[in-house]
């Protein structure tokens, strides 16, 4: 349910390292929590981004849940499949459900963030 191979925050981004970059989405129980999603607010290409600021929102039938960077970076590329198919958070999360990539800044932040274990963990809590 939480693939070994990310990290995740405790806001419930995922992120997945691909050299110098990181494709982040938010996780399962990220978007099962929002119910259906019908649409997804991208950030720019360029924005130069700080861990923690919000940088997208997914709107749901419940909610508008902002999206926060996991590390600091730049978005390089942002999943432009999510304007027409807001709904792939839902069906893949993991997969096609992505919402951007970020070149990072300090790729020591990654560090900082949780393993599958401790994320499953925070949400037994």
């Known amino acids: 349910m939480y693939p070994e191979d ?3 925050s405790q ?3 995922w ?6 970059r990181v494709r982040v989405g938010i996780t399962d129980y990220a978007q099962q929590e929002l119910g259906d999603v019908v649409f997804v607010d991208l950030p720019q290409e360029g924005t130069t981004l700080q861990s923690g600021e919000a940088f ?3 709107e749901s039938v419940k909610a508008v ?3 926060y960077a996991p590390v600091s970076g730049r978005v390089v ?5 999510l304007a027409d198919r807001p709904e792939l ?3 893949d999360p ?3 459900g992505w919402i951007a990539v970020l070149e990072m800044e300090n790729p020591a932040e990654l560090d900082e963030l949780l393993d599958a274990e401790q994320y499953r963990e925070l949400l037994e809590r």
């Open 89 to 91: 958070v839902n069906q």
């Open 77 to 81: 590329e942002v999943n432009q499949d």
């Open 15 to 20: 992120v997945r390292r691909e050299g110098n």
């Open 56 to 58: 997208a929102a997914v």
């Open 6 to 8: 990310l990290r995740y």
């Open 11 to 13: 806001q419930h981004e």
């Open 65 to 67: 849940s902002d999206i």
């Open 94 to 96: 993991y997969g096609a």
